[in-house]
Structure formats: structure tokens, C-alpha cells
């Protein structure tokens, strides 16, 4: 946890109101202080006068400005090199030393000096420990006196002492920490860049909050990977000459799509890919082609319409944000270009009926007709279509007469566009602008918007971006891909059931073809793959438990779950099961298993259009969310973490793991 970090505790509404009940109470806070230090001087007490016999006969040195284990710094003494041990555990000195080398330091076979009796460091009495700490103690009262202007309060010791940290500080600063952490401990894994599960909580929050729309995350998924050095390759150009063994590559399509990967230093056409593909839109509200409404009883309105599942009853009395793309034209050069846009505050709200009225929201309202977003007042109460049309900007016929000019304005702000007709189109939504976060009392949640399935998404990326580093040995193709418009059926070229990955694995095979692309190597290439078709799952909810069936209610902060269904609806089966276990078990990852009742209906997902496509092998797993389909939805703070642990174990083992099942 960052210390005063945007999820700090400091500055609530709970801790502001205990600063009221303790300014009366400065002397008691002040006494618990210092009994506080108190108690650490006497642990230490009796710690040194058990270890006071064993400080004395050791001659271990002791380095300039350690640490003790209470937390206060230990006195510079003079440093040497640190005891070589034997296979026995005793310390490796020279057993004898003549007099005329008694004075001066031995050396050893490996030129290390030894240290004699005369360089031997002296042991810290009790004495000295005691004024040791006392001092400290005293130190650390000093500076609370300078940097208070009255006497001290127990709201001085979190805003003014800059080592001291609340109970919450310390327990989040403790999960954070690899080496202390329970839930962490062995999940660091040496010679990786994977970090532990929770370190991704908060960057995930980040993504969440700063990526609202679909252009905006592949944009950051795109920006993320040139920095680790993946080129951008190009649709509408021939990829032969760019591909080479070790490389690292990423191509978008339509702004909305894009699909990741990573060439083995001893790839051959024909050798498998190791692809993961998720999907990155998610419900939300997008702008009508013509967004402008006339003005009713004073409010200026929105013409919005649903993509997929929104507008349902939680996106009423929401803070709606908006955002998406702007196609600019410039009109010295008559290029087109694309430029993202988010506005940095809540623009529209969806209000309900009170149930004063005796209707009130019993979820049947109409989605034309009543769930019109409201996003200012003009009282000019002009009603007429000839003063309606005459309230546009950029020109009649041009795009921007068409939307609301308040609209266009802040839009036209934003990009620092002062020809409104240069304004060619937008795509733009409404969304939640309310911060992910984490939460619960040990923050053990994420609560946020669009969470699906952005969140399998951004850990499959992050898994390719941890995988370890290709070598001679690495004969694969490692790929994520993430899709547009899952929610809404998958059909357009930028969705899964596009030709857009299988493109793109063809070309790959066509690189290093010696005799270019055929369909024997391309059919060898899918019958050596393997595709985990990542979207997320249900959680169970425990309120509602009879919902669920028996044995397959995954649970928050355990680790991704197998998706099953019987009818085909997941691309799951035995085989892709084991295959998937068997990587598990080698990345250290645990797996649970989510099925739907018979008596409830199942979803979709992008794996049975792709397996089916290709041929590959395939399995359905995801992170399990509460309130799937809801504006905002409930994952583990851990979720995020253990999915980039097990995607990156995917890379990592896939090769020797498929050999298995040769």
C-alpha cells in the first residue's frame, strides 16, 4: 500500500471523526506513546540479556546502518569480511597463528582476509542497546514536538511522524511485501519478472479507471508493449521481411482488436501456438448517429442506445462519463487521423422515478423512452424545428449539426479543436467514471466497472509480457489476443469469429515457410496448438447459493476457473482439462470448476467460434466476478495476480507440458 496513496484510510470519514474524539485526550495519547517504546526497550532488554553470552563469543561484524529487528538502526562499527563456514557449520578461521602474523590480518587460499583478535568488531553491551534505543525514542518524541505548534494528539502521530504507520498501513505494507506476506510467500518466482498476486491489485484498479472504452485499453495495451519492446506490424503491409526468430510483435484492427506475440528462437513452420484470447468491449451506452434531442421541460438530452446487456437497472442514478474516438480531419493536409477523448467528469446521469409516484422502477421501463440520459438544462424552452436545426455548430450538413452543441464544445475542448467541421464522425460512450478500487476490510476485493473481461484480458498480457525470455531452445509461437464485440455476438471483423487471428497465424507459418504457405503446414501448425479461451466466470454469491450448483461455485482469491458446459457452449472437454491442470500444477496455480445448473442458462464466450475455426485444442478458463453484467462488478484483489501467474506459467511450460500428450 502507498502511503496517503488515492486508498489510503487517512482522511476518511471515519478517521476525520476520530480526530474529534481524541483532541481532548493529548496527555493519554502521548502516555501510550511512549509506553509503546516502553515495551519495545524491554523486549529488547531481555532478548540482549539472553543472547548476551553469545554476543560475546561470536565474532560476527556487523555492517554500517542495519536495521534491528525492532526497527531502529544499529551502530556503525567497523566492517570486515563476512566468515566463510565449513560443511560442518563452524566458522572457517585458521586454526593457528603464528606471532609475527598475529598482527596483521591473515589471508586465505582465496585472498580473503580473516580478521584477528585485534580487528575482532565488540559486541553491543545491554548498556549501550538500552541508550540506544532510548535515544531513538526520545528522537522520534523530539521531532513530533518541532513539527507540532501546540501539544502533541494522537492525530499528530499519523499526519506528522513520517515512520509511523496505522494498523492498516502495516497489514497492506505486509501483503505487499513478498518476503513477509503469507498469502504471497512462494509465489515470487527467482529469475522472472512476475511479481506477487497482490502487487497487481492497484495497476489493475489504474487500467480499469484510465481506459474506459474499448479504444482506450487497446491503445494502452498497445503503448505497454512497444515499451517492452514489441514492434507494430502492420495489416495492410507484407510481414515476411519484419518477422525474425526471438522477435516480439503486436498488430491492431479497427482500434478495437489486437493480438500479441512472441517468436521462439527455435520456432519452425508448423510448430504449435500457445494462444490465449479474451475480449476487451463490455456493456455500455453508445451515442445514436444523431445524439441531439430536442429540449423537454428545460433538460438537455442525450440519444443514447444499448450495446449488448446496458441500460439495465443498474445503470440508472449513475455518474455517467463519456468517451470513445474522434475522426479529425485536418484542413490543410484533408489527412484523416484518430484521436481518443475522455471527458474528466461526469456528464450525464439516467434519473429514476420516485416511488412517491406509485410506479417507481420495477424494472420493465422503456429503454427509448425512459432511460434518456440527461446532461444539462437550457431554459430557452424552444420547441420549434426551425430553432432546433439553427442550434448546431460546423455548418448545416456537417457531422457535429447533428450532436448536441454543448456536447460538441466540450468534445472540440478537449482535443483543442477550433474548426468544429473538421469534426468528421465520433464513436463515443457513456460509462461509470467511478474509480476501481479495492476494498473490503483487508481490501480484499476490486470494485469496479467493466471488469469483464477486461480482467482476463490485462492478466493475459501481462502473462506474456512476464513469460521468460525466448532462447534456441523455445520452439513456439506464445499469443494473446484480445477481441472486440463479444457481448455482442462476435460478427464483425473485428471480432473472434472474424479471420482476424487465423490471419494472423497464417502469415506467421507463411514467414518462415521455406516454401511459403501451404495447407499442410497450416493444418499442422492448429493440430500442434493449443488456445485457452480466457472470459470470465461466476463467483458464487452467497446469498443466493441455491443458484448454484453443487461443486462448481468458484470463489474469490483461490485462482482461475474451468468453464464447462454440456452443451457446447464452452470448448472445454477432458483432454484441454488435463492439459491445463498439468500446466497449473508446474506454475504453482490452483484451478476451480464452474458449470451452470440444468434449470439456468449458460453464456458464451469466444472459444467455440475460434477452436472451431482452427481445429485447436481448446478450454474455457476465466477469473470469477460477482455481478456479472451489473455497471460495476466484485472481483479478488489477488484475481488479477494469480491469472497473470498462470498465463505466464502457460508460456512458460505449454512446450514440455503438450509433449506430454504426444
Not at 458446459?565 to 472437454?573: A, E, K, L, P, Q
Request: glycine share 10%.
Amino acid at each position: 500500500m502507498v502511503r496517503n496513496g488515492p486508498n489510503s484510510l487517512r482522511g476518511s470519514v471515519s478517521t476525520l471523526s476520530l480526530r474529534t474524539r481524541v483532541e481532548d485526550d493529548n496527555e493519554r495519547a502521548t502516555r501510550e506513546r511512549i509506553a509503546e517504546l516502553e515495551s519495545q526497550l524491554a523486549a529488547a532488554e531481555e532478548k540482549v540479556a539472553a543472547n548476551r553470552r553469545a554476543l560475546e563469543s561470536q565474532s560476527q561484524t556487523a555492517t554500517c546502518n542495519g536495521v534491528d529487528h525492532l526497527g531502529f538502526d544499529l551502530p556503525c562499527r567497523a566492517s570486515g569480511p563476512k566468515p566463510a563456514f565449513n560443511n560442518m557449520g563452524s566458522r572457517a578461521y585458521p586454526s593457528i597463528l603464528n606471532e609475527e602474523d598475529s598482527t596483521k590480518q591473515p589471508i586465505s587460499q582465496y585472498g580473503l582476509q580473516y580478521p584477528t583478535r585485534e580487528h575482532l568488531p565488540r559486541p553491543e553491551t545491554m548498556e549501550e542497546t538500552m541508550r540506544r534505543y532510548q535515544r531513538s525514542a526520545e528522537e522520534r518524541l523530539q521531532r513530533l514536538r518541532q513539527a507540532s505548534s501546540g501539544p502533541i494528539t494522537l492525530e499528530d502521530t499519523f499526519q506528522k511522524d513520517p515512520e509511523f504507520k496505522s494498523l492498516f498501513e502495516k497489514f497492506n505494507e505486509s501483503r505487499q511485501n513478498a518476503g513477509r506476506s503469507l498469502i504471497s510467500n512462494g509465489l515470487k518466482l527467482e529469475g522472472s519478472t512476475l511479481k506477487s498476486p497482490e502487487a497487481y491489485c492497484q495497476p489493475f484498479c489504474d487500467f480499469l479507471t484510465e481506459n474506459p472504452t474499448v479504444f482506450h485499453a487497446v491503445d494502452h495495451f498497445g503503448a505497454k508493449l512497444e515499451k517492452a519492446g514489441f514492434k507494430k506490424l502492420s495489416e495492410r503491409k507484407a510481414w515476411t521481411e519484419d518477422l525474425k526468430l526471438g522477435g516480439k510483435y503486436f498488430v491492431t484492427r479497427n482500434g478495437s482488436s489486437l493480438i500479441a506475440f512472441t517468436v521462439g528462437g527455435g520456432y519452425s513452420s508448423g510448430n504449435g501456438v500457445a494462444m490465449v484470447a479474451g475480449h476487451v468491449d463490455a456493456l455500455t451506452t453508445r451515442l445514436k448517429p444523431v445524439s441531439n434531442k430536442k429540449t423537454s421541460a428545460g433538460y438537455v438530452q442525450l440519444g443514447v442506445a444499448p450495446y449488448a446487456g446496458a441500460l439495465n437497472t443498474t445503470w440508472w442514478d449513475r455518474d455517467l462519463g463519456i468517451g470513445g474516438r474522434v475522426i479529425v480531419k485536418d484542413p490543410d493536409t484533408g489527412k484523416i487521423t484518430t484521436k481518443l477523448v475522455k471527458l474528466g467528469w461526469p456528464i450525464a446521469k439516467i434519473p429514476t422515478l420516485a416511488p412517491h409516484f406509485g410506479v417507481g422502477m420495477l424494472g420493465t421501463n422503456n429503454a427509448e423512452t425512459e432511460a434518456v440520459p440527461i446532461i444539462g438544462l437550457d431554459d430557452s424552452n424552444s420547441s420549434s424545428t426551425e430553432e432546433f436545426q439553427n442550434q448546431t455548430l460546423g455548418g448545416v450538413g456537417s457531422f457535429t449539426a447533428t450532436q448536441p452543441p454543448k456536447l460538441v464544445r466540450a468534445i472540440a475542448g478537449e482535443l483543442s479543436i477550433q474548426d468544429y467541421s473538421s469534426i468528421v464522425n465520433w464513436e463515443l460512450e457513456l460509462y461509470d467514471i467511478q474509480p476501481a478500487q479495492c476494498g473490503g476490510l483487508e481490501k480484499e476485493f476490486i470494485f469496479g466497472g467493466r471488469i469483464d473481461d477486461k480482467i482476463c484480458s490485462w492478466a493475459a498480457v501481462e502473462g506474456l509480457l512476464a513469460a521468460a525470455p525466448t532462447s534456441d531452445s523455445d520452439g513456439l509461437i506464445k499469443l494473446v489476443g484480445v477481441f472486440d464485440d463479444e457481448e455482442i455476438g462476435s460478427q464483425l471483423r473485428q471480432g473472434a469469429k472474424s479471420n482476424f487471428l487465423p490471419s494472423v497465424v497464417e502469415r506467421i507459418t507463411e514467414a518462415f515457410s521455406k516454401s511459403g504457405s501451404s495447407a499442410n503446414i497450416l493444418s499442422q501448425t492448429y493440430a500442434n496448438s493449443f488456445l485457452i479461451s480466457a472470459d470470465v466466470t461466476h463467483a458464487v454469491n452467497p446469498n443466493f447459493l441455491g443458484r448454484y450448483l453443487e461443486n462448481h461455485a468458484p470463489r474469490l482469491n483461490i485462482g482461475m476457473a474451468i468453464a464447462s458446459d454440456s452443451n457446447g457452449h464452452m470448448t472445454t472437454d477432458s483432454v484441454s482439462t488435463a492439459l491445463l491442470t498439468r500446466v497449473a500444477e508446474k506454475s504453482g496455480s490452483k484451478l476451480q470448476m464452474f458449470q451452470i445448473r440444468n434449470d439456468s442458462r449458460s453464456g458464451g464466450t469466444v472459444g467455440p467460434m475460434l477452436s472451431s475455426a482452427m481445429g485447436v485444442r481448446a478450454i474455457d478458463a476465466g477469473i470469477a466476478q460477482l455481478s456479472m453484467h451489473s455497471i460495476r462488478a466484485t472481483v479478488g484483489s489477488l484475481d488479477p495476480g494469480l491469472g497473470v501467474k498462470l498465463f505466464k506459467g502457460y508460456f512458460d511450460h505449454f512446450e514440455s507440458v503438450d509433449a506430454e500428450f504426444e
